[in-house]
């Protein structure tokens, strides 16, 4: 049985959940064989409103979590759209995927808890500037390593390219 | 030279050994399994299926045993961070005497040594990297 939740804005963002397509898009978390890097693959992705987000744990020496920025998962600051509702994957085993439907326009970052300081973050864009309830990305701030933080790609990139991939991904 | 000699045809001098029941798994207490300690795969391509003493995180001894539950390996996990804070590892306890290679590579860390550090595995017989492997 596949962990799941649906993020929700509000009742506007209910119903316009059912107007959209329902897509599903695999988000792999990966690593190198001894473990020296670990990535999300692919790091930068847009989706449309309404997709389908499957984490699943491709690593087969190592677990990982997908678990949003936000204050009511350990403490964090805030790098999701206001109205979204903050998902955690909890920890997968190999082969293990959570599924999370975003249906906010705007910028969703988020990270692996065990790897976070190794750069295991990711930056989900869902929707484009201007669709109703766009908010986009969160400031730089003191929560996040100078390092973590230059490792989301840029709004730009993902939505030019659609999915971006770590530049030194094996 | 004769020194030299005599260190490459004997088992590397390391630490003090485990008892021998530590030779198969699974070792006595206070070892425990660790994928029943954090969420990790129950055996991890490269080290095995290991045990720690909870008690020595996270450097270890981490014991590795093959699939047939012979020890292959002692694995030691040491913080980067820590020994660049001068933090010394000394003492520490192996699994077997007998090594006969030593890997030593960098790991980004997993549930039990979070931080970035490095692994340390000493094999105890030739056949036992390919053992671990998968």
């Known amino acids: 049985m596949i962990p799941r939740r ?10 316009a959940s059912h107007a959209v397509a329902q897509e599903r898009v695999e988000i792999a978390m990966r690593g190198s064989a001894r473990g020296e890097r670990v990535w ?7 989706v ?15 677990s990982h979590t997908s678990t949003a920025y936000h204050p009511d998962l350990l403490g964090r600051q805030r790098r999701i759209p206001r109205a979204a509702t903050p998902w955690d994957s909890g920890f997968l085993l190999p082969d293990k995927s959570f599924e999370v439907t975003l249906t906010v326009p705007g910028v969703y970052d988020y990270y692996c808890q065990p790897h976070e300081m190794a750069g295991m973050v990711g930056r989900i864009v869902v929707g484009a ?5 766009w908010e986009g990305p969160a400031p730089d701030n003191e929560d996040l390593m100078v390092e973590v933080l230059a490792t989301f790609p840029s709004v730009e990139a993902i939505l030019a390219a659609g ?3 770590p530049e030194d991904a094996p | 030279m004769r020194i030299f000699a ?23 207490a206070p070892f425990a399994q660790v994928s029943t300690l954090v969420p990790l795969p129950e055996f991890i391509p490269g080290l095995g299926t290991l045990y720690v003493d909870p008690a020595t995180l996270p450097a270890g001894p981490f014991l590795g045993y093959d699939h ?12 980067i961070e820590d020994l660049t804070a001068g933090t010394a590892f000394d003492g520490l ?14 790991n980004a860390g997993h549930p039990g040594v979070e931080k970035p550090h490095a692994h340390v595995v000493l094999y105890h017989d030739a056949e036992a990297k390919a053992r671990l492997a998968q």
């Open chain 1, 6 to 15: 649906v993020l929700l804005g509000g009742g506007l963002a209910a119903l």
């Open chain 1, 40 to 46: 999300f693959s692919p790091q930068g992705l847009a």
């Open chain 1, 48 to 62: 449309g409103p309404g997709t389908t987000l499957r984490f699943v744990n491709r690593d087969p020496g190592n």
């Open chain 1, 129 to 133: 500037p201007g669709d109703p309830g």
């Open chain 1, 163 to 165: 999915r971006v991939e």
């Open chain 2, 6 to 28: 005599a260190l490459l045809l004997s088992p590397l001098a390391a630490g003090p050994a485990l008892a021998q029941d530590a030779m198969t798994a699974p070792p006595a």
């Open chain 2, 68 to 79: 047939d539950g012979k020890l292959s390996a002692t694995i030691y996990m040491v913080p």
């Open chain 2, 93 to 106: 306890a192996v699994g077997s005497q007998t090594v006969t290679g030593v890997d030593i590579y960098y």
